[in-house]
T-cell receptor, first 118, second 109 residues
């Protein structure tokens, strides 16, 4: 099956610094990737849709200048949390859509990144 | 608007059977997914239904009725490791996943 990797799996940073999270589709090309955020005991919240070669589409309430998304290739999307603050501490999960999955363009999930901002 | 409804929490006994329901109202329909998510981990795929009826896969089965906007996930022979959140998600007309809030399943010995 399709595999999506995410790096790093866990990061701790100081308030005010920037953190970059990478999401890679390892065995398929993903023109569309998604970034989710999940706070404890809550469901997944879609932050943005990342399209290869074009600007990301952000969900309402998500600051595009704070959460920078770059989808430079068909296998890599990055999320940069700029000037991170403690309230940005969360579990960030990416997914990649495989248009040939045969299951409604199924999304395959990365393992997630636990961000803790001190 | 689009919405997915599923119970917040359910409790069941080890070895028993549990059914988790999901109702949905979405703009278009390109299939319904069930995912399992353990705390601190990413969701893992359980099932996909696009046609009406029952899909069986081992201890897990999933049912869909498009006319009723309804699905359920059936878990048999429950094991302690089945304690997790179960997420219902519908792929809409743009193949965007619309997520339910998830059902936390607690298995008791």
């Amino acid at each position: 099956g399709a595999v999506v990797s995410q790096h790093p799996s866990r990061v701790i940073c100081k308030s005010g610094t920037s953190v970059k999270i990478e999401c890679r589709s390892l065995d398929f090309q993903a023109t569309t990737m998604f970034w989710y955020r999940q706070f404890p005991k809550q469901s997944l919240m879609l932050m943005a849709t990342s399209n290869e070669g074009s600007k990301a589409t952000y969900e309402q309430g998500v600051e595009k200048d704070k959460f920078l998304i770059n989808h430079a290739s068909l296998t890599l999307s990055t999320l940069t949390v700029t000037s991170a603050h403690p309230e940005d501490s969360s579990f960030y999960i990416c997914s990649a859509r495989d248009p040939f999955s045969g299951r409604g363009e199924e999304q395959f999930f990365g393992p997630g990144t636990r961000l803790t901002v001190l | 608007g689009q919405n997915i409804d599923q119970p917040t929490e359910m409790t069941a006994t080890e070895g028993a059977i549990v059914q988790i329901n999901c109702t949905y109202q979405t703009s278009g329909f390109n299939g319904l997914f069930w995912y399992q998510q353990h705390a601190g981990e990413a969701p893992t795929f359980l099932s996909y239904n696009v046609l009406d009826g029952l899909e069986e896969k081992g201890r897990f089965s999933s049912f869909l009725s498009r006319s009723k906007g309804y699905s359920y996930l059936l878990l048999k022979e429950l094991q302690m490791k089945d304690s997790a959140s179960y997420l219902c998600a519908v792929s809409d007309s743009n193949y965007q996943l619309i997520w339910g809030a998830g059902t936390k399943l607690i298995i008791k010995p």
